[in-house]
């Protein structure tokens, strides 16, 4: 059976040490008490309730999944339901929630990690407290003062779930087509009527109450996602006093049998005018929906950070343990019939591919969390915006680009255990199931590429990356005259040269032929993700040579890893360049009869 | 659900026109009759029995999967043991063996693309005749009269299957620690004990009888692999004359739960005092073994290249069918409310990958055909040797190279149906799982790099690698003076250059240190997976343009395939070649214990 220990030392480094997320947070108002030793101990905290609660669920969940008992009933594994209870009690859900409305009003620097030890813990269990509070974004954002009376409070101590119903049978990437009907009715409300599919904790059975966020068409609605209204459709519906009413007219079909995260119930959700109210003004739903759109992205990054986290410390524990042939160059272990199979490079590499990708991607999703802090509640509005434009360019990139690496590394995790990896009792395989959805749904990790390239990069000529590129430049004068440091800025400063020239041509290409960014896109997101990790492994060696002269083996580590990934990992760049300038023609010259 | 077309036209092309096979072929006395028609009938009949009755058994028969009724007893889904008598009454199992036999004396040429066309179908269920062929081949090689008197005719006629039990709990790739026993009876005979695990086929309902062959140790056998012996311990043993004596002491104690193949039991099987007949000499069951192992490793390419083409048959016409947002150039279907998917760049570099993927891997997989028909039968031993050198050097790579490359390309095609992907009933999923373990048994493809850097490569100081580089060289003279084919040919002669440079430098790496060879190996093979490929894809492009006049759209598909590989995908050998050169420092540094 799988095991897991929560990263704190990880954490703390990275929040402490490599960020100063203190003396950041310190700059924020709301935040300004929040100091090391309380994220250390709500992360301790956290970190036990993950493992220690939720943990020992992931097997069984995914043996047992979620069923559908008929009539719209849906049972989620055994313990589930427990489990949720205990979240409540401790008060987890409150976390980051505000304080008017019963939350701890902690920063996300506290949240994002403890979102990770979640995911590390039970995917399929944490994607019911995710949709939550995406729908608690949501409302608090776009809700009226009524709207948030009622339903915020329970949905930040957990007393009721979300989900976000958007997606139908013919749309999912493509919302414009979308055909629920939403009928005004004279006291205010609507009746929605349509069929939703994909929704995610649609139905189960760990709550009282069901907030479904739902985008519907009004009768005079413009064509297309311009005549996209959101509305608020309860389960049950609540009285003014939070106490419920009649059973509303939503209820889950059936659930989909999927390849993983089978303890979240993937619903098919009939509306047969069903009570709703409308969130935002008509037409107005989807930019709306944004909100916890956004949040939703960064939230399956983390996702598979969790996942990554998980596998490779089980994968290296199993090389430490697991004796199989001999170190190439002599026995390591003459004592015993074979050696570790971690004396071998190859293993090495599957380890090592995770621990760089792993650790880099926490890095930048701390960094991105305290960005997110800044962007919420800094007093200075030019800080403000400067941090919103961070997370608005890397969010697509927290998403796609963690999440194509975490289904690469949770493989080698898996493949590091040689046939026992593909037996499902040790757990291995799990992952690599779970880990498949989170590069699909939230928006494809391709449509996160044309966001990035198109909406985020090219529409203001560059300017949210040049911002970017400020930050590493930054760090190549600080750090680019000392000769320890060549081996990890050159290859920093080398990229960011190749980046500037290629962001240029593909923006020139574009104009002329918009295929041309499509055909570059995904390649184009990859090579900003290296640039990201890039500029983080530089960063983290500038820490790790400070410290070594302590002698703590974490820090060699750190370098050691550092070394890695400029060595091996970053090389992808140089494919990805070329790939990426091979244009769009090797793409659309054949004909669609040829295929 | 699902659908499956045989590419009969892709193999005609390939066997006829790209490599001549019936010239080939009637080069080799005993398929000297084997023409054109022959092929395509047998392909023809081949498919339909892959298309009509295994492939409507491939989801349900992931679905229900083996179950272990107690007692040692398998059931296998439903309609397989069906579907095995029906293969058996068509004489399918005789294809290509040994005609003295009761076999239809067919070469490789035919029998590879049928095997191809079983795994597109249903590779659970393939796996039960590709394992009793296994048996075949290293029995007929290496049992003595008597046992291919009494146990080959049944293999070949399907009535008999067969098993390989090599791997137990403690060792699979180091199987000079296993622990089997095999005492030696007064009759010449041998009780065995022991717990084999990983076994597939190891126990069903389809067959009268299983042929398990066993490796185990003499009790004076010398320690490590040179102690290994083979040993045939029929699950009933057989009378004199075919006929069924009392059940053996070899038993399934249970089946395993898996990611996938679920159609396929995959046993852990006790011996207790279980008797058993020597195959080859003592101590040279290794040897003996490994017949039987490069069949299944050329088998585990061709499962996965089965598996590449039917995904890709289904991503392409789901994304000539789902209709979801516009051309970034402007609608093409202005009358609709949506362009089919495949106008968006990046569904075709998916398309494309795989198409490009599949193709050239079969081109690959249909000569190597040729060059075991020739090892195996051409009267010039000259010929014999080269062909079974090219067969040697190469079998790691179509191992490795098409089991990594079909698990990207099965996970493209998922990545095509968004969300629907995910979901079981759209069988893409199931793809996914299924192409996963390919990567892993018969020698995890880690293994298969160090034997072809290694054993394949550096042993013989690169001579087999030299003959495939002569058929490069020619090719490149050939071609290389026409402004058409260049750039088809200067990638290849570039990459060529590259090959043995690089080569050349691991040698002399390897020979100080030969965790250099480990920590190249897995990069290495996918450059030489590259270097196959791209020739394989010009001389498609050579036949293609000669026969682009023609106007077929066949041959202008393929030149856009041509070219969509050398700028998208040929490209990955800057990445692994810088990587490879990389070294083994950034693997091997770093100490255990700062993992």
Chains 1, 2 share one sequence.
Request: hydrophobic share 40%; proline share 5%; net charge negative.
């Amino acid at each position: 059976m799988p095991q897991y220990t929560p990263p704190l030392r990880d954490f703390q480094f990275l929040l402490h040490e490599l960020l100063d997320a203190q003396s950041q947070l310190s700059e924020i108002p709301r935040h300004a008490e929040v100091n090391r030793e309380l994220i250390d101990q709500v992360l301790e905290e956290g970190g036990k309730f993950c493992a220690d609660i939720l943990f020992p669920l992931n097997r069984e969940g995914d043996e047992e999944g979620c069923r559908y008992a008929g009539d719209g009933v849906v049972t989620t594994p055994k313990g589930f339901k427990e489990a949720w209870e205990q979240f409540k009690q401790a008060g987890w859900p409150t976390l980051t929630c505000d304080p008017d409305l019963g939350g701890q009003g902690l920063p996300f620097a506290i949240g994002i990690p403890f979102q990770e030890m979640l995911n590390s813990a039970n995917q399929a269990w944490a994607m019911y407290p995710g949709l939550t509070h995406g729908a608690y974004d949501c409302l608090r954002e776009h809700g009226t003062p009524e709207q948030k009376a009622l339903y915020l409070p329970k949905l930040v101590s957990g007393e009721w779930t979300g989900t976000m119903c958007l997606t139908e049978a013919h749309c999912g990437t493509d919302l414009g087509m979308l055909r629920s009907r939403a009928e005004p009715q004279p006291d205010g409300s609507y009746l929605i009527t349509g069929t939703k599919i994909f929704i995610s904790s649609g139905e189960h059975d760990m709550a009282e109450n069901i907030i479904h966020l739902v985008l519907a068409r009004l009768p005079d609605a413009p064509q297309g996602t311009k005549g996209i209204s959101l509305f608020i459709v309860p389960k049950f519906i609540a009285h003014a006093d939070g106490s419920l009413g009649e059973r509303n007219g939503i209820r889950c079909a059936r659930i989909e049998e999927k390849m993983g995260i089978h303890g979240n119930s993937t619903c098919v959700i009939d509306l047969d005018g069903a009570r709703g109210w409308m969130v935002s003004g008509p037409n107005r739903g989807l930019q709306a929906m944004f909100v916890m759109m956004n949040a939703a992205r960064i939230g399956v990054g983390m996702q598979t950070l969790g996942l990554m986290e998980v596998a490779y410390q089980n994968s290296l524990a199993y090389a430490k343990e697991r004796t199989q042939s001999r170190a190439l160059t002599g026995p390591k272990q003459p004592d015993k019939p074979a050696d570790p199979i971690i004396v071998h490079p190859d293993v090495r590499r599957m380890l090592l591919t995770q621990k760089a990708y792993t650790e880099g991607s926490r890095a930048f999703a701390l960094w991105l969390a305290l960005q997110a802090d800044r962007a919420d509640g800094h007093p200075d509005e030019d800080v403000r915006k400067d941090a919103n434009d961070m997370l608005t360019l890397l969010t697509p990139v927290v998403k796609a680009f963690i999440t194509d690496n975490g289904f690469a590394t949770t493989n080698l995790a898996m493949q590091v255990f040689g046939g026992h990896g593909y037996i499902r009792e040790w757990g291995m395989e799990q992952y690599v199931r779970d880990a498949r959805i989170n590069m699909i749904y939230e928006g494809t990790n391709a449509i996160q590429s044309l966001d990035l390239l198109g909406r985020k990069v090219l529409q203001d000529n560059g300017a949210k990356l040049r911002k970017f590129g400020d930050l590493v430049k930054d760090l190549i004068e600080a750090e680019g005259h000392r000769d320890e440091m060549a081996e990890f800025i050159n290859p920093l400063a080398d990229l960011a040269g190749k980046v500037e020239k290629l962001t240029m041509e593909i923006g020139m290409k574009a104009m002329r032929n918009p295929d041309e960014a499509g055909a570059a896109a995904v390649d184009y997101l990859r090579i900003i993700g290296h640039f990201v990790l890039s500029y983080f492994w530089a960063r983290t060696a500038v820490v790790a040579l400070a410290r070594a002269a302590t002698g703590d083996p974490f820090y060699q580590a750190k370098l050691a890893t550092a070394r890695f990934y400029f060595a091996k990992l970053q090389p992808e760049t140089a494919m990805l360049i070329r790939s990426a300038r091979a244009g769009s023609a090797p793409l659309m010259d054949m004909a669609v009869e040829l295929f």
